[in-house]
Each structure stands twice: as structure tokens, then as C-alpha cells.
């Protein structure tokens, strides 16, 4: 089972390093007492574009452009982290109530 701040890294199937996400896991205290597990996911995709590409994209986001393709890219899981996905269901699902 997963401890507090214990963390995973799961790479893209694609192999770039550059798709990654990073699964940090902790237990939050709410003001009523109650513990609930989380898990804070740090989703990685880089994109190949220049910087004034980029830098017209983020203008774009901060006056409320919206594409309808969106501004995603894709991270694609590999069946060997069926494991450490199972393990962050089950870290989920196990709630410790006070």
C-alpha cells in the first residue's frame, strides 16, 4: 500500500521523456476531522514549438481564445503500469476516517 508523499512516474508508451506524468500520493485532513487519500497527478507533455509560437499561443489563452482542436497532446499508457494504476485505485478507494 502507499504511504504519505510516496510517488510513481509513468513515461508515455510513445517512450519520449518528454511525455510523463508524475503521481504523488498524500492524506488530506479536512476542518470537520475526516482523512481523505489523494493523489496529485503532474501531467508532462512538451510540444516542439518556438518560443514566439508559444508566446502568441499564451496570449492568445490569456485574452480567452479558445480552439475547437483544443491545446492537448496525448499521453498514451503502457500496460506495464497496470500495477501502479491499480495501486493508485486502491490507494483511492481505501478512505481512513477518524
Known amino acids: 500500500m502507499k504511504t504519505i508523499w510516496?510517488?510513481?512516474?509513468?513515461?508515455?508508451e510513445c517512450h519520449s521523456d518528454e511525455h510523463q506524468m508524475l503521481l504523488f500520493y498524500?492524506?488530506?485532513e479536512f476542518?470537520?476531522?475526516?482523512?481523505h487519500n489523494m493523489c496529485y497527478a503532474h501531467v508532462h507533455l512538451v510540444?516542439?514549438?518556438?518560443?514566439?509560437?508559444?508566446?502568441?499561443?499564451?496570449?492568445?489563452?490569456?485574452?480567452?481564445?479558445k480552439?475547437?482542436?483544443?491545446?492537448?497532446?496525448e499521453?498514451?499508457?503502457?500496460?506495464?503500469?497496470?500495477?501502479?494504476l491499480q495501486e493508485l485505485v486502491d490507494y483511492l478507494k481505501k478512505q481512513?476516517?477518524?
Not at 476542518?31 to 482523512?35: A, P, V
Open 31 to 35: 476542518d470537520n476531522g475526516h482523512k
Open 26 to 28: 498524500n492524506e488530506t
Open 75 to 84: 499521453f498514451i499508457f503502457n500496460p506495464n503500469d497496470a500495477n501502479k
Open 67 to 73: 480552439s475547437k482542436y483544443g491545446a492537448w497532446d
Open 47 to 65: 510540444t516542439n514549438k518556438s518560443f514566439w509560437k508559444r508566446l502568441i499561443h499564451g496570449i492568445k489563452y490569456i485574452f480567452g481564445y
Open 96 to 98: 481512513t476516517e477518524k
Open 6 to 12: 510516496d510517488k510513481d512516474i509513468l513515461l508515455c
